[in-house]
Nanobody, 116 residues
Framework: QVQLVESGGGLVQAGGSLRLSCAAS????????MGWYRQAPGKSRDLVAT???????DYADSVKGRFTISRDNAKITVYLQMNSLKPEDTAVYYC??????????WGQGTQVTVSS
């Protein structure tokens, strides 16, 4: 019903930048929240940042001031600009869409590796 396709992960040195993208398609309500979560090996999947269709944002404390989430409603695409990356940011990053009907959808995940 809803597909999420992520891109933009990779390997970067500490202090560097990466930009993740996630394009959504399918039966998507106009009112929704899109976001990014991450999961490091042996750890739980944690919220990184979310953005509503109205543009309200929320960030994990660990990324505030370094990461910026944005979206293009016409393209149903969400972006995550990651600056000043740290080794502890290394994880698989997952795109999420929370639809107005209460259903959650996930992308396949993209690896982000930050070397020290």
């Amino acid at each position: 019903q809803v597909q999420l396709v992520e891109s933009g992960g990779g390997l970067v040195q500490a202090g560097g930048s990466l930009r993740l993208s996630c394009a959504a398609s399918g039966r998507i309500f106009r009112i929704n929240t899109m976001g990014w979560y991450r999961q490091a090996p042996g750890k739980s999947r944690d919220l990184v940042a979310t953005i509503t269709s109205g543009g309200s944002t929320d960030y994990a404390d660990s990324v505030k001031g370094r990461f910026t989430i944005s979206r293009d409603n016409a393209k149903i695409t969400v972006y995550l600009q990651m600056n000043s990356l740290k080794p502890e940011d290394t994880a698989v990053y997952y795109c999420n869409l929370h639809n107005a009907d209460g259903r959650d959808y996930w992308g396949q995940g993209t690896q982000v590796t930050v070397s020290s």
